[in-house]
């Protein structure tokens, strides 16, 4: 996203943008500010918003638009996502609507990113078994630009789904 100068280069894609009318809250955007998001990055988000908010909607089938412009390796996006979490990723979201998962592949740049990490999505909606993701020895912790695209994502979409409002203090 880099502040909207990234491709397509308008703010639609800021994470205040949350839909209107009778749609209000039903588009959320988790925008990068920096390019080299990885792994960590993109497991946080699901794991805080993306799948919370999956859950709470509580759908009867999930699409998803397969792009792996995040891949590693791939030059437009700049994101170092490995094939092996897309299959986790994919591994998740089949909890959701009884297993009814549909991946339409449609973007990537770099054919063998491509093919791995739909490799991997397969293999996971298959039910096979996923390698184990690399976890780096020396792990510094989320990228700091990733970590206030996060939190600026919940404050917002926090006032949509009431499954976001953990680290809300209890009433006395």
């Known amino acids: ?3 909207g100068n990234f491709f397509p280069r ?3 894609a800021d994470y205040d943008e949350v839909g209107n009318g009778a749609g209000r ?5 988790i925008p990068w500010n920096k390019k080299g998001m990885g792994d960590m ?3 946080i988000a699901m794991q805080n918003i993306i799948l919370p908010i999956a859950y709470d909607f509580d759908p009867e089938l999930v699409l998803v638009s397969a792009g792996f412009d995040a891949a590693i390796g791939d ?3 700049g994101c170092k996502v490995s094939p092996e979490a897309y299959g986790y990723f994919t591994h998740w979201l089949s ?3 009884n297993g009814r998962v549909i991946l339409v592949l449609e973007g990537g740049y770099n054919v063998n990113s491509i093919s791995h990490a739909m490799t991997m999505c397969a293999k996971s909606l298959l039910g096979d078994p ?3 993701l690399h976890i780096p020895s020396r792990f510094n912790g989320i990228n700091s630009s990733a970590l206030e695209s996060l939190q600026n ?3 917002v979409q926090q006032e949509h789904w009431k499954c976001l409002t953990f680290n809300k203090k209890l009433p006395d």
């Open 25 to 29: 809250g039903f588009n959320v955007n």
């Open 95 to 97: 909890s959701l609507a």
């Open 153 to 155: 994502v919940l404050r």
């Open 1 to 3: 996203y880099d502040h």
């Open 75 to 77: 030059q437009l996006g």
């Open 130 to 132: 996923l390698p184990m």
């Open 10 to 12: 308008n703010k639609d």
């Open 41 to 43: 990055e993109y497991m």
